[in-house]
């Protein structure tokens, strides 16, 4: 079954940075778009950012654009979130999500069960 | 970024009930439109995408409608499993967008 696995989050001061893994494994993973998803406490979902099956084309939200990063590692069956310039309002929990497609339709059919960023000084 | 406005936050309902839950998009998203179900320290299920069609495995109590900006997501007879969180996410267009959720309570 479709199995995906968030590590590397945790508590990390102000400015700092975080790399995060989603294991996949239970499907071809080089044959979908992948994203990142996170959710603040008490908060709604927001979207962070996609990548292509083959890594070609990656789109991220404005507020992370330029500080987080999105790969993915198709042999290793592995996608990353490098989370760069930290700040509080980057406190959330992170989910990695398959697209139901190859690319960028924007349809999460299987989500992590996620892990928690704390950014705090 | 097209903002997606659900109604209502909160919901109180018993088993056996019909339910209705309401997404507004801030501009016409055709029929782009999907809705996941979250609980408590879960991460989010798809439910039904282009609006109306349901995902493989979800009961068929539930049901969704709608076009262009009004959607809505239909609980025909609520379950004791379906005590969740709510929410409608766009994919007109970058950024993707979601609701603000819909807590369905006892």
């Known amino acids: 079954q479709v199995q995906l696995v968030e590590s590397g989050g945790g508590v990390v001061q102000p400015g700092r940075s975080l790399r995060l893994s989603c294991a996949a494994s239970?499907?071809?993973?080089?044959?979908?778009?992948m994203h990142w998803v996170r959710q603040a406490p008490g908060k709604g979902l927001e979207w962070l950012a996609v990548i292509w099956y083959d890594g070609s084309h990656t789109y991220s939200a404005d507020s992370v654009k330029g500080r987080f990063t999105i790969s993915r590692d198709n042999f290793k069956n592995i996608l990353f979130l490098q989370l760069n310039s930290l700040r509080a309002d980057d406190t959330a929990v992170y989910y990695c999500?398959?697209?139901?497609?190859?690319?960028?339709?924007?349809?999460?059919?299987?989500w992590g069960q996620g892990t928690l960023v704390a950014v705090s000084s | 970024d097209i903002q997606m406005t659900q109604s209502p936050s909160t919901l109180s309902a018993s088993v056996g009930d019909r339910v209705t839950i309401t997404c507004r998009a801030s501009?016409?998203?055709?029929?782009?439109l999907a809705w996941y179900q979250q609980k408590p320290g879960k991460a989010p299920k798809l439910l039904i995408y282009k609006a109306s069609s349901l995902e493989s495995g979800v009961p068929s109590r539930f049901s969704g409608s709608g076009s262009g900006t009004e959607f809505t997501l239909t609980i025909s007879s609520l379950q004791p499993d379906d005590f969740a969180t709510y929410c409608c996410?766009?994919?007109?267009?970058?950024?993707?967008?979601f609701g603000q959720g819909t807590k369905v309570e006892i």
């Open positions: 996410q766009q994919y007109d267009g970058h950024p993707w967008t």
């Open positions: 501009q016409s998203i055709s029929r782009w």
């Open positions: 999500a398959r697209d139901v497609g190859k690319y960028d339709q924007g349809v999460f059919d299987f």
């Open positions: 239970g499907f071809t993973f080089s044959n979908y778009g």
